[in-house]
């Protein structure tokens, strides 16, 4: 497998555009997370899904931030309008949630810059 | 709500030294704990998991160890050697849920 695959790995937008990043998970796992990566605030969890289901979106920053998997394969983070502020990378990561195997596989990050 | 530090945030070592980071977390009723390896510009890679019957795990010249009572686990790192300067970050995971809270890390540089 390919691993998580994260797309694009640079974004630079104006403030009040909008902002698409997406991820494609390993095949056959049925976790998947959004984290936001920045000096100031480390890592934090944004969302995560179970079976392409929202389970816990309390570390959603605000209704700017929205985010959705239609399918075992493919999720979408989206920012509207963006803020400088939401400069940071960020990340997706994915679980089987296997026992055998728990263990946290992540993309390469997408680093965002709002102008 | 489970908090989790690290210490130190930063640290430098001359090659061939063994050396220890920390993790402390607030809320023992975890699930399992993972260490995490970051090098620049890069995604993180788990290094080794820590289930929370387990006290310790063991990859290659890397020993965690869980102390959950006291809400600490330590990696181990022997023998270091210039290719482990990374950022080392651990990460918990509380019963019941499946969020995995991170440290902030430890930078840590390696001298040749």
């Known amino acids: 497998d390919a691993g998580v695959i994260q797309s694009p790995r640079h974004e630079v937008t104006e403030m009040g555009q909008e902002v698409t990043l997406r991820c494609k998970p390993i095949?056959?796992?049925?976790?998947l997370f959004w984290y936001r990566q920045t000096m100031m605030r480390g890592l934090e969890l944004l969302i995560y899904?179970?079976?392409?289901?929202?389970?816990?979106d309390s570390g959603m920053p605000e209704d700017r931030f929205s985010a959705k998997m239609p399918n075992a394969s493919f999720s979408t983070l989206k920012i509207q309008p963006s803020e400088p502020r939401d400069s940071a990378v960020y990340f997706c990561?994915?679980?089987?949630?296997?026992?055998?195997?728990?263990?946290?596989?992540f993309g390469s990050g997408t680093q965002l810059s709002v102008l | 709500k489970q908090e989790v530090t690290q210490i130190p945030a930063a640290l430098s070592v001359p090659e061939g030294e063994n050396l220890v980071l920390n993790c402390s977390f607030t809320?023992?009723?975890?699930?399992?704990l993972q260490w995490f390896r970051q090098d620049p510009g890069k995604g993180l890679t788990s290094l080794l998991l820590?289930?929370?019957?387990?006290r310790e795990q063991t990859s290659g010249r890397l020993n965690a160890s869980l102390d959950k009572s006291s809400g600490r686990s330590t990696l181990y790192i022997a023998a270091s050697q210039p290719g482990d300067s990374a950022t080392y970050l651990c990460?918990?995971?509380?019963?019941?849920?499946?969020?995995?809270?991170f440290g902030t890390g430890t930078r840590l540089k390696v001298l040749a």
């Open positions: 990561a994915s679980s089987s949630g296997s026992q055998k195997d728990e263990k946290l596989f």
């Open positions: 095949s056959g796992h049925d976790y």
């Open positions: 899904f179970n079976n392409n289901v929202p389970i816990d």
């Open positions: 809320d023992s009723a975890i699930y399992n």
């Open positions: 820590i289930q929370s019957s387990q």
């Open positions: 990460a918990v995971r509380t019963s019941g849920t499946y969020k995995y809270i």
